[in-house]
C-alpha cells in the first residue's frame, strides 16, 4: 500500500540539539499526525493538523501542515534523553478513514 | 480497561496454521482499526470497523485475513494458513466517530508480534 516519503530515516543527535523532520506525499491528505513509538508499545499521537497551513505547538514540539496538503514537519527543541524513538507521520483523507504512514525517523541522543 | 487491549501479546505459529488475534477497543469507541507493522517499517492500515460493519477492507494483504467485530466492541483478525511473509505486528486502534475529525483520534494498543516459523 501507499506510504509517506519520511526523512531522514534515523537521527543520530547531542542532547540539547533541535531536531527537525518532514513528510511528503503525491496525493492530499485533510490531516495530518505526527505520532511516537517506543519499543514495545503502539505509537502514541504528539500532534493533529487539520487545516492547511497550520502550525501547531505542543511543549517543545512543533508541527504545520504544508500549504499544498501534501506535506508535513515536525520540530523538536532543545532535545531531552527521553525523546528517543521512532517519529512517524500519518495522513487521512476522510473523516474515518483508515491512516497512511510514513516509514518512520529513528532518534538517538548520543551521550 | 483504561486503553485498547490486545491478546495475546505474542504469537508463535508454524507455517500453514491458523491465527487468531484480539482487540478490546476503549470503551464507548465507535470506530475500530486494524494496522500491520514489518520489521523496520511504517503501519499499514488493514482494515477499519464502524460498528459492526466494514466500510473498508482494502487494506487485507489476501483473502487468507478476515476480521469481525461483535457488540460493537472486541475485534477478532484471522489469518488463515499462515506463510512466513505474514510475521509483523498487528496493532489496533479505536476512536470515537462523532463530532467531527477533530475527535476521531485514533489511540493504539501495544499490539501482538506473530512470528510465523
Known amino acids: 500500500g501507499q506510504q509517506l516519503n519520511q526523512s531522514p530515516q534515523s537521527m543520530f543527535i547531542q542532547e540539547g540539539e533541535d531536531v527537525s523532520m518532514n513528510c511528503t506525499s503525491s496525493?492530499?491528505?485533510?490531516?495530518w499526525l505526527w505520532y511516537k513509538q517506543d519499543p514495545g508499545e503502539g505509537p502514541v499521537l504528539l500532534i493533529a493538523l487539520y487545516k492547511a497551513g497550520e502550525l501547531t505547538s505542543n511543549g517543545r514540539l512543533t508541527a504545520q501542515f504544508g500549504i499544498t496538503r501534501k506535506d508535513s514537519f515536525l520540530n523538536i527543541s532543545a532535545s531531552i534523553p527521553s525523546d528517543v524513538g521512532i517519529y512517524f507521520c500519518?495522513?487521512?483523507?476522510?473523516?474515518?478513514?483508515?491512516?497512511?504512514f510514513g516509514k518512520g525517523t529513528h532518534l538517538i541522543i548520543q551521550p | 480497561g483504561a486503553g485498547v487491549s490486545q491478546s495475546p501479546s505474542n504469537k508463535v505459529t508454524e507455517k500453514g496454521k491458523d491465527v487468531e488475534l484480539r482487540c478490546d477497543p476503549i470503551?464507548?469507541?465507535?470506530?475500530l482499526y486494524w494496522y500491520r507493522q514489518s520489521l523496520g517499517q511504517g503501519l499499514e492500515f488493514l482494515i477499519y470497523?464502524?460498528?459492526?460493519?466494514?466500510?473498508?477492507k482494502s487494506g487485507l494483504p489476501s483473502d487468507r485475513f478476515s476480521a469481525e467485530r461483535t457488540g460493537g466492541s472486541v475485534s477478532t483478525l484471522t489469518i488463515q494458513r499462515t506463510q512466513q511473509e505474514d510475521s509483523a505486528v498487528y496493532l489496533c486502534?479505536?476512536?470515537?466517530?462523532?463530532?467531527?475529525?477533530?475527535?476521531?483520534?485514533?489511540?493504539f494498543g501495544a499490539g501482538t508480534r506473530l512470528s510465523v516459523l
Open positions: 470497523f464502524q460498528g459492526n460493519s466494514a466500510p473498508d
Open positions: 470503551s464507548g469507541h465507535t470506530a
Open positions: 486502534a479505536s476512536s470515537y466517530l462523532a463530532g467531527g475529525p477533530a475527535k476521531n483520534i485514533q489511540y
Open positions: 496525493s492530499i491528505f485533510n490531516t
Open positions: 500519518a495522513g487521512r483523507k476522510g473523516g474515518a478513514d483508515g491512516l497512511t
